[in-house]
């Protein structure tokens, strides 16, 4: 699901924040600076958020929560992203927990107030999705289904993963723009306009000529970076 493109003259700047991976903690520090940041500057602002707001870190129940009620001080767009994505095909087919809480699913569960003890030897996963299902509520499902998977602002493209090389960007299919790495990565491929992303986790922001990579490894490093666009220039705001 596209979002509408959009002039970028809309907005007078644009906050961008990468993979937050359960860490309420740094979002709550990104949402206060955008908010000073906006009280200095002024101007009417967009945040856009990449996806992963869940797995690994430990409260991504609070995420959500957070991020469903827009907390940031103009519009705001969430995108998907893989392990958001993952979530909900859980609930439908529990076969792939396994993967799931590989990937990081056991600290979802947990901050759903689940006990996960019984099933990190590969057993009841089906019984794990029903009890999520039991405590997850309309509105955070809402907010999870709801999810779009890219946008285009003015001469920026933003997706969680990436874009295949070769396909135009209004053709990608939803695998890849939530799952793409290497093909994406490594090309040097002027892909029509500069891919905002995250999901491939580097020591510091990524500034290239046909791509932005802010994915920081929040849940990790506590550093969750955010991306300041402007009509001529961009910065940085980091936790």
């Given at each position: 699901?596209?979002?509408?493109?959009?002039?970028f003259?809309?907005?007078?700047?644009?906050?961008?924040i990468?993979d937050?991976h359960g860490?309420?903690?740094?979002?709550?520090?990104?949402?206060?600076?955008?908010h000073?940041?906006v009280?200095?500057?002024g101007g009417?602002?967009?945040?856009?958020?990449l996806?992963?707001?869940?797995?690994?870190?430990?409260?991504?129940r609070?995420?959500?929560e957070?991020?469903?009620?827009?907390?940031?001080p103009?519009?705001?767009?969430a995108l998907?992203?893989n392990?958001d994505?993952?979530?909900?095909?859980f609930?439908?087919?529990?076969s792939?927990?396994p993967?799931?809480?590989?990937?990081?699913?056991?600290?979802t569960?947990?901050?759903f107030?689940?006990?996960?003890?019984?099933?990190?030897?590969?057993?009841?996963y089906?019984?794990?999705?029903?009890?999520?299902?039991t405590?997850?509520s309309?509105?955070?499902?809402n907010f999870?289904t709801?999810?779009?998977?890219?946008?285009t602002i003015?001469?920026?493209?933003?997706c969680?993963?990436?874009v295949?090389?070769?396909?135009?960007?209004g053709?990608?299919?939803?695998?890849?723009?939530?799952?793409i790495r290497?093909e994406?990565?490594?090309?040097?491929?002027n892909?029509?306009?500069?891919v905002v992303?995250?999901?491939t986790?580097?020591a510091?922001p990524?500034v290239l000529s046909?791509?932005?990579?802010i994915?920081?490894?929040?849940?990790?490093t506590?550093?969750?970076?955010?991306?300041?666009l402007?009509?001529?220039?961009?910065?940085?705001i980091?936790t």
């Open positions: 699901m596209h979002v509408i493109e959009a002039a003259e809309q907005y007078a700047r644009l906050y961008v990468g937050i860490r309420l903690d740094l979002l709550d520090q990104l949402i206060n600076a955008i000073r940041d009280d200095q500057f009417n602002s967009l945040t856009v958020t996806g992963d707001y869940i797995d690994r870190g430990p409260n991504s609070g995420v959500i957070r991020l469903m009620t827009n907390p940031f103009g519009d705001y767009v998907k992203g392990h994505s993952m979530l909900s095909i609930l439908d087919d529990p792939i927990g993967m799931w809480l590989k990937l990081g699913g056991l600290e569960l947990r901050s107030g689940i006990s996960v003890a019984r099933f990190t030897f590969g057993q009841k089906k019984r794990a999705a029903e009890q999520l299902r405590v997850i309309s509105e955070h499902l999870l709801f999810l779009k998977t890219s946008m003015g001469h920026y493209f933003f969680h993963a990436g295949r090389p070769g396909v135009p960007l053709r990608q299919s939803e695998q890849d723009l939530l799952w290497d994406f990565t490594k090309s040097k491929t892909f029509g306009k500069i992303h995250g999901h986790p580097v510091k990524e046909n791509r932005i990579n994915d920081t490894g929040a849940f990790a506590g550093r969750l970076t955010c991306l300041v402007e009509a001529a220039s961009h910065r940085i980091s």
